[in-house]
């Protein structure tokens, strides 16, 4: 389980500073067992390390192994209700497919939701997503 809430200050071009606010939780399970491991001190500063499946995914004559798989769950908020431009919400949920420790298939189904005082105004949605990502 993981959770963020932030605030930022803008300078709008006409009515000075504004604070905007917006928040998520997040949540996964690793149905192969792994788990994500926190870096207080990582390179780049705090956060989560790279996902190292137990064994990573391969299919030969007699023998097959998975990688890891993950299952999660998000929703998010963007709140502009200070500046007359609505809310974005959102919910995703879907699941990751570690091949190994450097490759990963995304595959997820989100569902923002917008108020009327949005940009495009109040809209409902249904998108599937699929990424690879593949890192060093």
Same mark, same amino acid.
């Given at each position: 389980? #993981?959770? +963020? ?11 000075? &500073? #504004?604070?905007?606010?917006? &928040?998520? &939780?997040? /949540? ?5 067992? +792994?788990?994500?491991?926190? +870096?207080? !001190? ?6 989560? %390390? ?5 064994? *990573?995914? !391969?299919?030969?004559? %007699? ?7 993950? /299952? ?5 908020? /963007?709140? !502009? ?18 091949? *190994? @420790? ?13 108020? $009327? #005082? ?6 409902? $949605?249904? /998108?599937? &997503?699929?990424? !690879? @990502?593949?890192?060093?």
């Amino acid at each position: 389980l #993981q959770s +963020e809430a932030y605030a930022c200050s803008v300078n709008m071009t006409s009515g000075g &500073a #504004q604070t905007l606010t917006g &928040a998520y &939780a997040h /949540l996964s399970y690793f149905l192969t067992g +792994e788990n994500r491991t926190y +870096e207080p !001190f990582g390179q780049h500063g705090a956060h989560f %390390g790279r996902t190292v499946p137990h064994s *990573n995914f !391969f299919i030969v004559p %007699g023998a097959i192994s998975p990688g890891a798989w993950e /299952l999660k769950t998000r929703y998010s908020n /963007l709140n !502009f209700d200070h500046i007359d431009k609505g809310q974005y919400n959102d919910i995703t949920t879907g699941f990751n497919w570690y091949l *190994n @420790d450097r490759t990963r298939v995304m595959f997820d189904w989100i569902h923002p939701v917008t108020t $009327s #005082q949005t940009t495009y105004g109040a809209t409902q $949605s249904d /998108l599937l &997503a699929m990424r !690879f @990502d593949f890192n060093w």
